[in-house]
């Protein structure tokens, strides 16, 4: 089982333009989740999503952040119009089934904003 | 929602001393408490976690206690050692099927 792949592993955006993170989830993981990491702020809730459905997006910013999960293929958290205070690492976790309460987490996705 | 309150934002204890960190959360409906350890440069990962029916759980020189009725919860490193230097990180949910809310971390060093 490869693990919780996330790509890119780093991404530059200039401002106002348009980032794209990937997620693959664990084999037989159907639940993801997403969290921003800002030095000394600890793991911040996005959202929550499963198969073709957002379970909650109470974390995700109103305006520019949306975030999908579709029946084939990866989960995307889209950033648009990115500015500087999006810079953070952004960590994608699943877990099976909503079974189990335990995360599996990517290696993360370093974006800069320049 | 939730909020998970953590102390120290960093600890800084002498190799084989014990180490401890604490939490708080505010939603009483909360019944998974876990801690995820995170070295520098790479992803969080569980070390061990507990449930609201048990006060307490031990897993070799980690330990983690909850006292529901203050809504607060430990992790206890004994002998600590090098390798234990990282952030940690507490967590709290309501149920398998809720996101589950992380406290900002300690950051642990271990001294020689």
């Known amino acids: 089982n490869a693990g919780v792949m996330q790509n890119p592993r780093h991404l530059v955006r200039r401002r106002g333009q348009e980032a794209r993170l990937r997620c693959s989830p664990m084999k037989g993981h159907s639940h993801v989740y997403w969290y921003r990491q800002l030095p000394e702020e600890g793991l911040k809730f996005m959202v929550y999503?499963?198969?073709?459905?957002?379970?909650?997006e109470s974390g995700m910013p109103k305006e520019r952040f949306s975030a999908e999960f579709p029946k084939e293929g990866p989960s995307i958290l889209r950033i648009q119009q990115v500015v500087r205070g999006d810079s953070a690492a952004y960590f994608c976790?699943?877990?099976?089934?909503?079974?189990?309460?335990?995360?599996?987490f990517g290696s993360g996705t370093q974006l800069s904003v320049l | 929602g939730e909020n998970v309150e953590q102390h120290p934002s960093t600890l800084s204890v002498q190799e084989g001393d014990s180490a401890v960190i604490k939490c708080t959360y505010s939603d009483s409906a909360s019944n998974y408490f876990p801690w995820y350890k995170q070295e520098l440069g790479k992803r969080p990962q569980l070390i061990i976690d507990?449930?609201?029916?048990?006060g307490e759980k031990k897993d070799q020189r980690i330990a983690v206690t909850l006292n529901k009725t203050a809504k607060h919860f430990s992790l206890h490193i004994t002998e600590t050692q090098p390798e234990d230097s990282a952030v940690y990180f507490c967590a709290a949910s309501r149920n398998r099927d809720d996101k589950i809310i992380f406290g900002k971390g300690t950051r642990l060093h271990i001294l020689p």
């Open positions: 999503l499963q198969k073709e459905n957002i379970i909650d």
């Open positions: 507990i449930r609201s029916n048990v």
């Open positions: 976790a699943s877990s099976p089934n909503g079974k189990e309460e335990k995360l599996f």
